[in-house]
């Protein structure tokens, strides 16, 4: 059996979602989404094909903060994926999807991302964390095609003999990784049901007196309270402003207060990369202690206060990780970024199959190595790319649960995908559960999901019927 894979053809699908309540991400709010779903056909040294699929939900609000309208970023990015299907296309570099995908972020990523930005004269440049967002559902759909050429689940594959090249070859000090692989870092049997996290938008109405008339009569709770008692959730994550820390506070309590009353165990903060002085959060840490210790207790962790360009604010943390563990998420570009906010003081990382699968890993590895906590966090990630979100979480064995917030903000949009996987598209007793995932690659089942795709927007190569 031939163990190497290259990808020979692409087609890439653009699909539109509306939410049903705006999320606030930074400054911005969030009212619709597209989706970039990737099919890659790949094939073996002895001609046997296989195709996989990815998504992933083209966020520019969360990838690319800027004063630029939304509308102009998206198209920028969507135009960046078609791109990105002719050079995965033509990528002639054959292996583990990791040998390939890493060979790609290195070879062709940075280089595509120059092109575009110099054809963009006078307008401002997309990002790196935005092309790696167009970038990942090329990738995840290579690790799935992979799956389904071996005939195993991806997870298996993350060793000898299908992975040959061990992570000294892709992560530094070389010595610290030689003759390991990722399978070594994963959790062997993983439990199918993880706490599921629900986000508390900063636009979310918490009580009655927060109501418009405006919300949604759709038959999904609005209340906080309401998806509490619906979902059995047990895990809230608080999005914050960052630049108003009374209205911050009073949130977190109120938030907490609700908690308190109906049973939940653990809140998160998220500052939503606005604060530049570490004593923003420390201030409201230690006021929060004062007053509402049980809630301080409560608090499991803080995520990424402060802005996304590690370079430009290399802030020291320290004092803010002494208080609660600090988790990077925006600024984790790749495992080398999170060494560098290791040696600011950051305690852990905060994990995005946005990124990647291929990254993900690296940077799992890498902060594993270097005994830093792990969580994987959500981008509002519906359909398919719900699914080797979940799976990550599960097998990087996580701090606590996995972040799924799509069956809040746009639930219909995944009941193709919740018809065959009632129980990971809906949380149930505070979890979600990946039971119904078998077979090989991610285990999506695709041919069992009744989703009617529109025309793609490019065909590259050949990437079968």
């Known amino acids: 059996m031939s163990l190497d894979i290259r990808p020979i053809g692409v087609a890439v699908y653009f699909l539109p979602i509306k939410m049903r309540t705006p999320l606030k991400f930074g400054r911005e709010i969030m009212t619709e989404a597209t989706c970039c779903r990737v099919r890659v056909r790949g094939t073996d040294e002895k001609g046997n094909q296989a195709e996989g699929w990815g998504e992933t939900p083209l966020i520019a609000q969360w990838g690319w903060p800027s004063e630029l309208p939304y509308t102009e970023r998206l198209e920028t990015m969507k135009g960046f994926c078609l791109s990105l299907a002719k050079a995965w296309a033509a990528f002639d570099e054959k292996g583990h999807p990791m040998e390939v995908g890493h060979a790609f972020l290195k070879q062709c990523l940075p280089s595509l991302l120059a092109q ?33 050429l071996i005939g195993l689940p991806v997870y298996e594959t993350y060793a000898p003999p299908f992975l040959q090249t061990d992570l000294s070859a892709f992560l530094e000090p070389a010595e610290m990784f ?14 199918k049901k993880l706490l599921a996290w629900h986000l508390v938008g ?16 759709d038959g999904y709770p609005v209340l906080l309270a309401d998806w ?29 207060e609700i908690a308190l009353a109906h049973d939940v165990l653990w809140l998160t903060a998220d ?10 959060v420390i201030d409201i ?9 049980r809630l301080y207790q409560m ?43 290791r040696r600011l003081g950051w305690t852990g990382v905060a994990l995005k199959t946005c990124k990647t699968q291929t990254g993900a890993l690296l940077m ?35 701090m606590m649960g996995v972040e799924v917030n799509a069956m809040q903000f746009y639930p219909e949009a995944s009941k193709p995908e919740g018809q065959v996987h009632p129980d990971l598209y809906r949380r149930r007793d505070g979890c979600v559960d990946w039971g119904s995932l078998h077979g090989s690659g991610f285990g999506y089942r695709f041919s069992e999901i009744d989703r009617p795709l529109p025309e793609p927007a490019t065909v590259v190569g050949e990437v079968g019927a």
């Open 178 to 191: 030689a003759g390991k692989y990722p399978y070594d870092f994963i959790v062997k049997n993983p439990p």
């Open 299 to 341: 608090l499991l962790y803080i995520e990424q206060p402060f802005p996304y360009d590690l370079e430009a604010y290399p802030i020291d943390v320290r004092a803010l990780a002494a208080r609660k563990p600090l988790f990077m998420d925006e600024s984790a570009h790749d495992w080398r970024f999170v060494g560098m906010g």
């Open 116 to 148: 575009r930005n110099a054809e963009r004269v006078g307008s401002e440049p997309m990002p790196y964390l935005a092309g790696l967002i167009c970038n990942s559902p090329f990738d995840l759909a290579l690790h799935d095609a992979y799956g389904n």
């Open 285 to 293: 840490l230690d006021r929060l202690m004062k007053e509402h210790p």
């Open 271 to 280: 500052f939503n990369c606005t604060v530049t002085d570490p004593h923003y």
């Open 228 to 256: 509490i008692r619906r979902d059995g959730l047990k895990c809230l994550k608080v999005k914050l402003v960052g630049n108003d820390a009374e209205w911050d506070y009073n949130r977190l309590v109120r938030v907490g």
């Open 202 to 217: 900063a636009k979310d109405p918490l009580t009655e007196e927060d109501l418009t008339g405006d919300e949604p009569e």
């Open 364 to 398: 799992l590895c890498w902060a594993k190595t270097h005994d830093m906590l792990l969580m994987v966090q959500d981008l509002t990630n519906p359909m398919l790319a719900l699914i080797p979100h979940v799976l990550l979480a599960a097998y990087g064995g996580t």
